[in-house]
T-cell receptor, first 116, second 111 residues
Framework: GAVVSQHPSRVICKSGTSVKIECRSL??????MFWYRQFPKQSLMLMATSNEGSKATYEQGVEKDKFLINHASLTLSTLTVTSAHPEDSSFYICSVPGQGLTGELFFGEGSRLTVL | KQEVTQIPAALSVPEGENLVLNCSFTDSAIYNLQWFRQDPGKGLTSLLLIQSSQREQTSGRLNASLDKSSGRSTLYIAASQPGDSATYLCAVGGGADGLTFGKGTHLIIQP
């Protein structure tokens, strides 16, 4: 079964609105979660590392005030795209590290955001 | 900064052929390497994970090798089937540092 649940899978919104995407770790607690973005025909790019109980760590070039990350519990991280614009339209996908020693990462099904 | 390159970018072959997808990375200090499959508009399906101390992993018709010193990995697909058509992504890193992805190989298996 799924290890990571992401919701919503698809969202269409008007320009200027905010959209929240949830990422839930179903099988284990996660002090860290990763948020990726994928533009059409491009690879996944790490946006930020979500840290439970503390501030997220953003990759260079990712606007902190635009992509708000909250990791309030050990099983839930949220990404809020604030004042969304058409250029924010993308596929957003979260990832959770497994608990084993392999360092394996488990991915959600992704969220397709379309900003009109 | 880690960079991951996948060759070829696209590949189209008849059903039944054996094929090899290539992945190279610039920084050999990795925790592990993962191969994923991504269908259009979908999330990622993990295929194989090779830890940094390992040389290869096998799952069914898939075999992945890792040469960490040279920064290379290959994914071998035996007896390809139309259902194997997808984009295959190579990613390195793992653990607390997340993963760095290549751009993928878009594979089409012709019936």
């Amino acid at each position: 079964g799924a290890v990571v649940s992401q919701h919503p899978s698809r969202v269409i919104c008007k320009s200027g609105t905010s959209v929240k995407i949830e990422c839930r770790s179903l099988d284990f607690q996660a002090t860290t979660m990763f948020w990726y973005r994928q533009f059409p025909k491009q690879s996944l790019m790490l946006m930020a590392t979500s840290n439970e109980g503390s501030k997220a760590t953003y990759e260079q070039g990712v606007e902190k005030d635009k992509f708000l990350i909250n990791h309030a519990s050990l099983t839930l991280s949220t990404l809020t795209v604030t004042s969304a614009h058409p250029e924010d339209s993308s596929f957003y996908i979260c990832s959770v590290p497994g608990q084993g020693l392999t360092g394996e990462l488990f991915f959600g099904e992704g969220s397709r955001l379309t900003v009109l | 900064k880690q960079e991951v390159t996948q060759i070829p970018a696209a590949l189209s072959v008849p059903e039944g052929e054996n094929l090899v997808l290539n992945c190279s990375f610039t920084d050999s200090a990795i925790y592990n390497l993962q191969w994923f499959r991504q269908d259009p508009g979908k999330g990622l399906t993990s295929l194989l994970l090779i830890q940094s101390s390992q040389r290869e992993q096998t799952s069914g018709r898939l075999n992945a090798s890792l040469d960490k010193s040279s920064g290379r990995s290959t994914l071998y697909i035996a007896a390809s089937q139309p259902g194997d058509s997808a984009t295959y992504l190579c990613a390195v890193g793992g653990g607390a540092d997340g993963l760095t992805f290549g751009k993928g190989t878009h594979l089409i298996i012709q019936p």
